[in-house]
């Protein structure tokens, strides 16, 4: 599959801790995406990357959110201290040029 | 600021039958439009984008920047179109694409 993945598909966690999500975007994309999506909204602009340069970040993204993506390659969302309100699908897309891009299948995340 | 509304979360019609999903944006600027879709147990994929003009599985949306709105249409549902769709926006100024809450499609035989 030369899809966008990402991993891992679920997370339970407990309120407090530590969770990290990764995406492993196509392989010749240099823009690389985060999105979050609760139930019955879209999905909702996290930040953006292109190669290793993070370029923009959402107000959504609070102090506890960090991404990277070390060589313009794969990326990592971390979230510390978790909430029970960051429960949500994390979704991770890339692209080529400026329009379309490439989901991946998602991150689900429970915080109990 | 980008704002994209779908008034409407669930859209039934029958088989056969004509559909148009609405979506409306706010964006002051040179606007890109999008529909993505996701099947059921599926990622959203890309059905069709304005500037390409064509149309995909028998959809077809026209960008009206005088109603600021990109509303989905196919003239005889199928059964397999069932999903949820959602309108996307996008535009000179940003990277990001803006989404709209999503409509699901149900479509009965």
Redesign the interface.
């Known amino acids: 599959d030369t899809?966008?993945s990402q991993n891992p598909r679920h997370k339970i966690t407990k309120r407090g801790q530590n969770v990290t999500f990764r995406c492993d975007p196509i392989s010749e994309h240099n823009?690389l995406?985060w999105?979050r999506q609760t139930l019955?909204?879209?999905?909702?602009?996290l930040t953006?990357f292109q190669n290793e340069a993070q370029?923009?970040k959402?107000r959504l993204l609070s102090d506890r959110f960090s991404a990277e993506r070390p060589k313009g390659s794969f990326s990592t969302l971390e979230i510390q201290r978790t909430e029970q309100g960051d429960s949500a699908m994390y979704?991770c897309a890339s692209s080529r040029d400026?329009?379309?891009?490439?989901?991946?299948?998602?991150t689900r995340l429970t915080v109990t | 600021a980008q704002r994209v509304t779908q008034p409407e979360k669930l859209l039934s019609v029958f088989k056969g039958a004509p559909v148009e999903l609405k979506c409306n944006y706010s964006y002051s600027g040179s606007p890109e439009l999008f529909w993505y879709v996701q099947y059921s147990r599926q990622r959203l994929q890309l059905l069709l984008r304005h500037i390409s003009r064509e149309s995909i599985k028998g959809f077809t949306a026209d960008l009206n920047k005088g109603e600021t709105s990109f509303h989905l249409k196919k003239p005889f549902a199928q059964e397999e179109d069932s999903a949820m769709y959602y309108c996307a926006l996008s535009g000179r100024g940003f990277q990001k694409l803006v989404f709209g809450t999503g409509t699901r499609l149900l479509v009965s035989p």
């Open positions: 899809g966008v823009r995406y999105y019955g909204q879209g999905p909702e602009f953006y370029l923009e959402s979704l400026r329009y379309e891009q490439y989901f991946g299948p998602g």
